[in-house]
């Protein structure tokens, strides 16, 4: 069966340090994934996916294949980038439907 | 800028109630998503239209839940009777097409209370 797992549920760094959100997929194919942002107080909403292959917000994410990864990286953390972050696949079996992780945590303190 | 609009934000029944939430998507999207949102985990897709018709409800609860997008616009999530454990938030969603590499765009949420 598909599934995303995000490991962390909280992930809590200092302004400046780097920033790695896991996310672990199980999939036969070829994957699309994708990254999903919802800041306090605001609407869930994209922020990158792995066919773009962007940078959004100075974020970025690799889709490795041989570990069955699409973690999402920033060199240096701000604290506008603390929200709920999740991983997303595309189901295989229909029409456009998204498996979601739980969702990690980013706290950026100063 | 266009936004897929909920009502209520909030609602707070007792359990056999019934409940109905209201979705509008952005205007030519011809998908919309219901999705429910327990605390602590991810989205789940309840139902997907491709205009009126369902494409998905694999996951819908039939025997309480039922969902309507009748002329491919707005559409309407009730739940009847309501039971503690639907306490979640529901989110709608909506996006171009079913092409799985569209975004989707989501609604703010409808905060459900079952007390």
């Known amino acids: 069966a598909q599934r995303v797992t995000q490991p962390e549920k909280l992930l809590s760094v200092f302004k400046g340090a780097p920033v790695e959100l896991k996310c672990n997929y199980s999939?036969?194919?070829?994957?699309?994934l994708f990254w999903y942002v919802q800041y306090s107080r605001q609407r869930l909403q994209l922020l990158l996916r792995h066919i773009s292959r962007e940078s959004i917000k100075g974020f970025t994410a690799d889709l490795n294949k041989g570990e069955t990864s699409f973690h999402l990286k920033k060199p240096f953390a701000q604290e506008e980038d603390s929200a709920m972050y999740y991983c997303?696949?595309?189901?295989?079996?229909?029409?456009?439907?998204?498996?979601f992780g739980a969702g990690t945590r980013l706290a950026v303190h100063p | 800028e266009a936004e897929v609009a909920q009502s209520p934000r909030y609602k707070i029944t007792e359990k056999s109630q019934a409940v109905a939430f209201w979705c509008d998507p952005i205007?030519?999207?011809?998908?919309l998503y219901w999705y429910r949102q327990i605390l602590g985990q991810g989205p789940e897709l309840l139902v997907q239209?491709?205009?009126?018709?369902?494409?998905?409800d694999s996951q819908l609860p039939k025997d309480r839940f039922s969902a309507e997008r009748l002329k491919g616009v707005d559409s309407t999530l009730k739940i009847q009777p309501a039971e503690l454990g639907d306490s979640a938030m529901y989110l709608c969603?909506?996006?171009?097409?079913?092409?799985?590499?569209?975004?989707?765009?989501f609604g703010p949420g409808t905060r459900l209370t079952v007390l």
């Open positions: 205007s030519g999207h011809a998908t």
């Open positions: 997303a696949l595309p189901f295989s079996g229909g029409y456009n439907k998204l498996i």
């Open positions: 969603a909506s996006s171009l097409n079913g092409d799985p590499y569209n975004e989707q765009f």
């Open positions: 239209f491709q205009d009126e018709s369902v494409v998905d």
């Open positions: 999939y036969s194919g070829s994957p699309e």
